[in-house]
């Protein structure tokens, strides 16, 4: 398996889970994701890959049984997407606080209401806080390593904390890309199996797990624990890099730079759309443009010096966030704001941009707009409000959706009030 | 880059068009980008892929708004505009439609500037048992069409993309796509890489204010709005009545619809709304007396439907 394959996201997802070897795959369908749990019980009835696959009622259930399988010492691996995401968060929460190591996929998808299939990342936001690990591939080719990466650091003595790998709809899952294939007999090497010291799950050795405490005293203790594991992931996550560059040959960071060295105007994006945002910075470069970007592998733990490193002397940084927490903006732009705030040579302007939300395309026009008002930004010192990319047409079309809806409120001429 | 639309319908072999496409740029040695494009719509449903194939990594992402060549494998699509084969054509793009109606009538019908090649008739849309062959037809001729793909690698990416076919079906498909890429030959490489100009254009950005939350809230107000969606034109093949056998049972072809569009008229005699049929063949299978038949789309769209006898058969028997 050395050679470069055509393989979707989804599928780049599949191969993962059965590179490192899952041995429980409790599962539930959702479009985008269903393909990837087709594909892992395909190969597993075909018998090419081991294992045992189990599909639950709902994803509450299937992020428990993930967690419970986690305790007892098996490699776990489990997907979903978007409005199954939510359903499971309580147990999200819950299986990180019984600090157990595991894999989940998250195919992005944007949130109801209104219901959508196609990708923004408020899914994946949704489990910001939860204390899992969150790695946002771009490619189908980071699909795979980051599940390779994602295990290791998970299951590292110094973490022991569930991560999520997310991959965009659509832009990912159903788009085949060349992928090289890590070799598999080079897996053992990078990822060893899981300590049987660490997790026992034996009849003379028992354990309560996950436990009530009263008293904020032992709350907060174990909480701030969990907290103090995923700080220490950035390190961890770095090793993992450096071992897996040794092994595979391709090299990751927590935060991906692109054209950065004498960049002036920085891009900061996640997911595939970034690659839309590598395409602009290529071409505004050939413009005389002195754009870059620099894009958040890692997004928890976060990580800041990183950040700092890539943002700090720079013209303008214009954050393009693909997610909207309502009623503040872009997610991205505020933990940027608060990884750069006080810092001496801070960049002159941070731009805040929300685009991309339910699969919306982020033209090159666009890309250069973004960088002109940087430029005019940081000439003035003064950064213009966060704004939404959205043009006339799209309010237009929108218009005559409320038309045939008879929505109550449209002006005589259907032209609303923006 | 080469940038390459496929339009079908659901179930009619688009994405494996794609990948047979794709497959065989990649082992030409593109770089290549594929992918099927579906919303919640189901078979008979316009839909389409893309493939984007180019000597460096691809970075660019998502739906071809300016495609430099367009393959049809159902022409009844062309002129409906919910299936977007039309969306950014110019005159340096390639539309090949698979169709009986010649290129010079297709370019009178069309306001257009793309060149329209007709593509070799090599399947019929209608006979389920050539369905198999459309993806590889339409393939071979779309590698033609580019110029860039040889006939080798044609036949080693259909192999791949139908591996899990029997070796009697995959070598029926690998003749079929080298028997369109030999008849496109006259159009060999005539679809060729838009030149990209990065001339920043307008954004039309505005600055979408804040709107009242009755109009804000994603509410339908319209009553019986869902007619609006016209599902029947996901029908590939329309069910129409022989009244001579419908004895007006009257409920087994109008319980059994799962889309409800069976009604009976003022005599009892059943009807069907063809704006929203979707065509899935239930009411053909179920009715006792046989009196239902699926004629293919095309054809029945050309045809006067049956109307039923009035008032009442038996006595306007003779
Ligand atoms: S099921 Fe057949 S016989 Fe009965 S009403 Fe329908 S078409 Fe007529
Ligand atoms: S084919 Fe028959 S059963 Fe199916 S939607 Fe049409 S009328 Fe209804």
Redesign the pocket.
């Known amino acids: 398996m050395t050679q470069r394959t055509l393989i979707t996201g989804n599928g780049a997802a599949a191969w993962g889970a059965r590179l490192a070897g899952a041995e429980y795959m409790p599962v539930f369908p959702i479009t985008p994701q269903t393909e990837i749990i087709e594909t892992l019980g395909d190969w597993i009835g075909k018998g090419e890959m081991g294992g045992r696959m189990v599909t639950l009622e709902s994803e509450h259930s299937m992020i428990t049984a993930a967690g419970a399988g986690a305790a007892t010492g098996v490699r776990v691996f489990t997907a979903t997407s978007s409005q199954g995401l939510l359903y499971g968060m309580e147990m999200l929460y819950t299986v990180a606080g019984w600090r157990v190591p595991l894999v989940l996929v998250n195919v992005s998808r944007g949130l109801s209401a209104p219901i959508t299939l196609e990708p923004d990342h408020n899914d994946i936001l949704a489990a910001r806080d939860s204390g899992c690990l969150q790695i946002h591939a771009a490619t189908c080719q980071e699909v795979v390593d980051a599940i390779l990466i994602a295990y290791r650091v998970a299951e590292d003595a110094r973490v022991r904390l569930p991560a999520i790998v997310n991959l965009d709809g659509f832009y990912l899952s159903f788009t085949r890309e060349p992928v090289w294939l890590p070799d598999a007999s080079k897996v053992a090497q990078f990822l060893p199996d899981m300590d049987p010291d660490e997790f026992a799950f034996r009849a003379d050795k028992p354990v309560s797990a996950a436990v009530a405490v009263l008293g904020g005293g032992p709350y907060s203790y174990f909480r701030y624990q969990t907290h103090l594991a995923a700080l220490g992931a950035v390190e961890v996550f770095e090793e993992a890099c450096v071992e897996y560059d040794r092994v595979f040959g391709r090299s990751y960071a927590p935060v991906m730079a692109h054209r950065l060295d004498d960049a002036e105007i920085v891009f900061v994006m996640m997911g595939s759309f970034a690659t839309k945002a590598m395409d602009a910075v290529d071409r505004l470069r050939a413009q005389g443009v002195k754009a870059g970007l620099a894009r958040p592998l890692l997004l928890r733990p976060w990580p800041q010096d990183a950040i700092r490193k890539a943002l700090t002397g720079r013209k303008a940084v214009v954050v393009v966030d693909q997610n909207l927490s309502m009623g503040f903006g872009g997610v991205l732009r505020g933990e940027v704001a608060s990884a750069l705030y006080g810092q001496a040579d801070a960049p002159g302007a941070l731009l805040g941009y929300v685009g991309g939300l339910g699969g919306r395309d982020i033209t090159f026009a666009e890309f250069a707009e973004m960088a002109r008002e940087a430029e005019t930004a940081a000439a003035g010192g003064e950064a213009p409000p966060t704004r939404l990319l959205y043009t006339q047409a799209e309010l237009r079309e929108v218009r005559n959706l409320q038309t045939l809806a008879h929505a109550q409120g449209l002006t005589p001429g259907g032209e609303g009030r923006s | 880059m080469y940038r390459i639309r496929f339009h079908g319908r659901g179930g009619q072999g688009m994405k494996t068009a794609s990948r047979i496409l794709g497959a065989a740029f990649f082992l030409e040695g593109f770089e290549v980008q594929d992918a099927p494009r579906y919303g919640a719509e189901r078979r008979g449903a316009p839909i389409f892929a893309f493939v984007r194939a180019d000597r460096s990594p691809i970075l660019e992402r998502g739906v071809i708004p300016n495609p430099d060549l367009v393959m049809v494998a159902d022409d009844t699509l062309v002129g409906m505009p919910q299936a977007g084969v039309l969306q950014g054509l110019n005159a340096h793009a390639v539309l090949a439609i698979h169709s009986t109606t010649p290129a010079g009538e297709w370019r009178q019908r069309l306001n257009t500037d793309a060149r329209i090649v007709i593509l070799p008739p090599l399947f019929d849309l209608l006979d389920a048992a050539q369905r198999v062959r459309v993806s590889a037809v339409i393939a071979g001729a779309a590698a033609c069409l580019t110029g860039r793909v040889g006939r080798d690698t044609l036949s080693q990416a259909v192999r791949t993309e139908l591996a899990d076919l029997t070796n009697t079906v995959i070598k029926d498909n690998i003749n079929k796509a080298l028997q369109a890429y030999d008849e496109m030959n006259e159009f060999k490489g005539i679809a060729e890489p838009q030149p990209r100009t990065d001339t920043p254009l307008p954004t039309g950005w505005i600055t979408l204010g804040l709107d009242p939350a009755t109009l804000a809230a994603p509410a339908i107000h319209a009553a019986a709005n869902s007619v609006q969606v016209r599902t029947g034109l996901w029908r590939t093949l329309r069910p129409v009545?022989d009244y001579s056998h419908?004895?007006?049972?009257?409920w087994?072809?109008?319980s059994f619809c799962p889309d409800g569009v069976v009604s009976a008229d003022e005599n009892g005699w059943?009807r069907i709304d063809y704006d929203h049929c979707k065509g899935c063949m239930v009411?053909v299978a179920?009715?006792?007396?046989h009196?239902?038949q699926g004629m293919p789309e095309g054809w029945a769209a050309q045809q006067t439907m049956p109307t039923p006898p009035s008032p009442d058969r038996k006595e306007a028997a003779p």
């Open positions: 009545f419908c004895n007006r049972c009257n087994v072809c109008g059943p009411c179920q009715c006792p007396k009196a239902i």
